[in-house]
């Protein structure tokens, strides 16, 4: 007979069973709530990390933020031009400094080949690409430089290789100077030295020149009144009167160069001046028979007065027409034209003076401004250096533009505020009257 468990024991079986298995489900859910809640702590904890990784973040990135902005500000206002390339030689940093140097625009620069900035110098490398190519630096090079509007300028740089931490070369940074002012006004220096010299010379010769000069027309002019028209010695004698009459131009002109001015200052019109000048350039003209010369006036009247020495401009003015319409024997434009003008450095009123005549050859436009530099068979070549003396003394600029066979533009800026008063032209000038006067 099977013995069969009484219900009392199957009870109590069940019930230790059950004890047993809640007692393990009590401790797996105690050590699960122990593990949730050391995770919940665990999260917080790492919470709080990231919290502090991202304030300490956050404090570099504005670090960081102001650093670039305090280079960026360095950089920005410090006189010299800063360039830098990476490996590439592609432009990575390029400061205001430069960008008015180079007469570029940041924007169209950044990330460009830097051989494309001087294409038109250095022979073609550009310093910067030869530093990373014979991994060099280079020190205080003088060098000329054209930008790619063609403006030529003079720049002092240094060139040096970017290295990274572990020394390697990641590119190269150049720093340079525009010394083309500094050049231009040695120039000036040097050239107004040999004018005060030249002039000193010049007054004296004159002088002694002038006088026999005089005398030898004067008795010329006598002898050929004693001649018959038919008498063939009667040309000879016009001759030596037409001689005289050049050198006495050539000598008067030089005079005029040598001669130190003050500057007899008036509000005037500009567009008055060139009238005057203009009427007797019509006067030559027709003096001269010249055939199809045009004239055009083109004046901006809304800036028209100036405090200048309206003689002496017109006298400039009138050089420089009679320039014009000598190179164009048989015809052509003569522009002239006023019009406001401003820069950095001044405004004022520009004149221009345009012909279509047969223009400067390249050779020798830088010399068209010497003194005796002539390509005409009477020509003295003082003209034009009358002309920048008069200019210069107004603390005004002359340029010119020329190309052969289509003509030549001559612009002169007249600045309205300039202070004649400490002109250092004018005491050059003021010691010179002291040294010509003795000679005069
Ligand atoms: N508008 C022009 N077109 C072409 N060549 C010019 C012009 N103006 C000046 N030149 C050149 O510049 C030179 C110097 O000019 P500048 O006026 O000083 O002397 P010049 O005209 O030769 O003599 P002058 O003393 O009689 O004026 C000229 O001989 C000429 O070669
Ligand atoms: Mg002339």
Redesign the pocket.
């Known amino acids: 007979m099977i013995e069969t468990p009484s219900i009392n024991k199957l009870a109590m079986k069940w019930d230790t069973d059950l004890t047993a298995a809640f007692h393990t489900f009590n401790q797996y859910t105690r050590r699960l709530e122990e593990s949730y809640n050391q995770l919940q702590n665990r999260v917080k904890e790492i919470d709080r990390e990231m919290a502090l990784a991202n304030a300490r973040l956050k404090d570099k990135v504005q670090q960081l933020d102001s650093l670039t902005i305090y280079l960026n500000s360095l950089l920005s206002s410090i006189h010299s031009g800063v360039i830098a390339v990476n490996l590439e030689g592609k432009v990575s940093t390029i400061n205001m400094a430069a960008e008015k140097i180079l007469k570029v625009i940041k924007s169209n620069v950044m990330g460009t080949r830097v051989g494309e900035i001087f294409k038109n110098s250095d022979g073609g490398t550009s310093l910067l690409l030869l530093a990373l190519e014979k991994k060099k630096n280079f020190i205080d090079v003088e060098r000329k430089i054209v930008t790619n509007q063609g403006m030529v300028k003079w720049v002092e740089s240094s060139v040096s290789l970017i290295k990274d931490t572990s020394e390697n070369t990641i590119g190269a940074v150049e720093v340079f100077r525009d010394l083309s002012e500094i050049r231009e006004l040695e120039t000036r220096l040097r050239s107004a030295d040999k004018l005060a010299a030249l002039g000193a010379m010049a007054a004296s010769i004159a002088h002694e020149i002038r006088n026999p000069l005089n005398g030898i027309e004067g008795f010329s002019a006598l002898l050929g009144r004693d001649l018959d028209d038919s008498d063939p010695r009667k040309k000879l004698v016009k001759n030596i009167i037409h001689g005289t009459k050049n050198l006495n ?2 000598v008067t ?1 030089l005079l005029v160069f040598a001669r130190p001015f003050r500057l007899n200052l008036k509000n005037s019109s500009i567009s008055g001046i060139l009238d005057k000048t203009l009427f007797f350039v019509t006067e030559e003209i027709k003096q001269k028979s010249i055939q199809n010369v045009i004239i055009r006036k083109e004046y901006d009247l809304d800036i028209d007065s100036l405090k200048c020495d309206p003689e002496k401009l017109q006298q400039a003015f009138l ?2 027409c ?3 319409i ?3 024997p048989s015809g052509g434009n003569l522009i002239v034209f006023t019009r406001s003008f401003g820069n950095d450095e001044s405004e004022g009123i520009q004149v221009g ?1 345009m ?1 279509t ?5 390249k050779e ?1 436009v830088h ?5 005796f ?4 068979q ?10 920048n003396k008069i200019v210069e003394a107004h603390n005004g600029k002359i340029s ?1 533009e ?1 190309q052969e066979n289509k ?2 533009s ?1 612009y002169i800026n007249l600045p309205v505020k300039c202070n004649y008063e400490s002109d250092t032209f004018g005491s050059r000038w003021e010691n010179n009257e002291f040294l010509i006067s003795q000679y005069l």
Do not use: W
């Open positions: 131009k050539t002109e050089n420089l009679l320039n014009a000598q190179s164009m003076i012909d005549g047969m223009g400067i050859k020798v010399k068209i401004f010497d003194p530099f002539t390509t005409k009477e020509g003295t070549g003082l003209g034009l250096a009358i002309v010119v020329s003509g030549t001559f």
